[in-house]
């Protein structure tokens, strides 16, 4: 071969490899806990909808300013107070090289309230969903829904023919522990595809080179690498094993800080987290009284008083906290600063409640909690064992997995739990419809109230702001009277990152990969 021509193969070995490593971008995200199921209609949990907002897409959607804008709907109208309009992309295709139609989108909002969905109740006043055309869907609700866009960002459109082939018409029943297709697998339109699954260890993202949209990142692959040990993850972010954490633990982020490659970002989050106390059964499943202390709000206030919520924001949560009243954060529509505020830490008259409720030596009661959902998850548990110890109240800590701590709080098994509520519509109809109203999926500590109830039915149909607004507050100021449940504190949530990784950090924690890049 000539020394010339030679050459010229050199160098085009050369330029493609240059081009190769320049162009693919991999990114190695981290955090606590893994996303429950793959299903999009079946896990309303933040984690879980972080994944699938990666690979799936709806109707609407919340850019990084959190406004809505169209996504699959290039446009909508109302044509009665009861009746919607949306205009459908026409240029959409599933990552197996399907169309996108109106048939998937009729099926999708339909799947999504099935009972086994745990979406059902984002879109509980929809009362028919039909096609009038290849691109055009009709949605009708049983009233005037002001808030219809808010909830419909959240309602993801799978394809029909591969829920069809791979038997899940239906959600995965996650919370009885069935195992589907769609649980492992999945089948949507959005920036990225899954190739590759391996529940709580890896999942791989590979870039849809066909998406429909303007690709503004520079990412080829997203590696997502749960790691439960907070030190652990730590240590990977900083060893460079892993390029960003989205849950970077507050006791560490000084020491991320101090390194010359990485960079930290904290913003409050639209997250309140909070304890529940199960009212309705007559007798605890783990107390020694022989019957239920809950069922008292002396009691309730008793605890809400003798948890010093300041001591847990600056000890455990290094002031990357703000302590909450209610169970809203700044920002959501209804959302009142005055009703925010909390009851004193009060020691003393904590125990006086507890004895005038007929407890003056205090009970035994287990707390259950997760132990990789929320920041300093645990340790908020475990301090406030101690808080309430000195009132008399023995509190047996039993912290466990996110997995199972939410199914067997579904299970009704928890008679004292934490919880974290996020309010993904900002509205405070969200936390109300699933917290508060009667029979509501997540509203274990069965509280009711006629009056609720019906503020929720105003909220759900009323367009006069100035009304619906009203119907708001006077339900907070029910509520936090009742104390049915203990508002700890509004979380602070840090991501943790590589200098030349950009991911912008947005208050519902949910990282959108299509406006990353790596530099």
């Known amino acids: 071969m000539k020394p010339k021509n030679l050459l010229r193969i050199l160098m085009a070995f050369l330029f493609v490899f240059a081009s190769t490593q320049s162009f693919a971008k991999t990114i190695k995200w981290s955090m606590q806990g893994d996303s429950l199921t793959l299903d999009p209609h079946a896990q309303n949990e933040g984690p879980t909808t972080m994944v699938s907002r990666q690979i799936y897409e709806a109707l609407v959607t919340r850019g990084l300013d959190m406004s809505i804008g169209p996504q699959l ?64 869907v009709q949605i009708k609700t049983k009233a005037p829904n002001p808030i219809l866009l808010n909830q419909l960002s959240n309602i993801f459109v799978m394809s029909k023919k591969w829920a069809t082939d791979n038997f899940a018409i239906v959600p995965q029943n996650w919370d009885a522990g069935q195992e589907t297709f769609s649980a492992t697998n999945a089948m949507g339109t959005g920036p990225f595809k899954i190739t590759l699954r391996e ?14 949209g303007n690709v503004e990142h520079n990412i080829t692959q997203i590696h997502l690498l749960p790691i439960k040990n907070a030190a652990t993850r730590v240590a990977a972010l900083l060893s ?19 390194s010359a490659g990485h960079k930290v970002e904290s913003t409050p989050q639209m997250r309140t987290i909070f304890l529940g106390m199960d009212q309705a059964a007559d007798q605890l499943r783990t107390g020694n009284t022989g019957d239920n202390p809950f069922k008292k709000k002396e009691v309730r206030q008793a605890l809400y008083q003798a948890i010093d919520i300041e001591a847990i924001k600056k000890k455990v949560m290094r002031g990357l906290s703000e302590p909450a009243g209610i169970i809203t954060f700044p920002g959501v529509t209804g959302y009142t600063k005055a009703l925010d505020k909390r009851l004193p830490y009060d020691v003393n008259a904590a125990k006086q409640l507890l004895a005038d409720a007929g407890y003056p030596d205090g009970f035994e009661v287990e707390l259950r909690c997760p132990n990789d959902r929320y920041v300093n998850d645990e340790a908020i548990c475990t301090a406030v064992v101690g808080m309430l110890g000195k009132i008399g109240v023995k509190v047996n800590l039993f912290a466990q997995t996110k997995s199972k701590h939410f199914k067997e709080l579904k299970d009704n098994q928890g008679d004292f739990y ?27 500590v069965n509280f009711s109230d006629a009056e609720v109830d019906a503020a929720i ?13 009203a119907a708001i507050a006077k339900a907070w100021k029910i509520v936090r009277d009742n104390i049915a449940y203990l508002p700890l504190h509004h979380q602070v949530i840090s991501w943790a990152s590589k200098s030349n990784v950009d991911v912008p950090i947005r208050p519902n924690n949910e990282p959108l990969f299509r406006f990353s890049r790596v530099n």
């Open 457 to 469: 039915r105003v909220m759900e149909g009323e367009v006069d702001l100035d009304k619906r607004n």
């Open 199 to 212: 529940p709580n260890t890896k999942t791989v993202f590979k870039k849809n080179g066909k998406w429909w």
């Open 73 to 136: 709907a290039t446009e909508w109208k109302t044509t009665s107070p009861t009746t919607w309009v949306f205009t459908l992309r026409e240029d959409v295709i599933f990552h197996d090289g399907t169309p996108m139609t109106s048939e998937d989108v009729v099926f999708s909002l339909l799947r999504a309230q099935q009972p086994t969905s745990d979406f059902k109740e984002y879109i509980s006043t929809v009362t028919s969903v039909r096609a009038l055309g290849n691109y055009t």
């Open 240 to 258: 460079g094993e892993i390029d960003i954490v989205t849950d970077a633990p507050v006791q560490d982020l000084a020491r991320i800080k101090s």
């Open 418 to 444: 934490m919880l974290g509520w996020g309010v993904p519509t900002l509205d405070s109809h969200y936390v109300f419809h699933y917290l508060y109203e009667s029979g509501a999926s997540w509203n274990k």
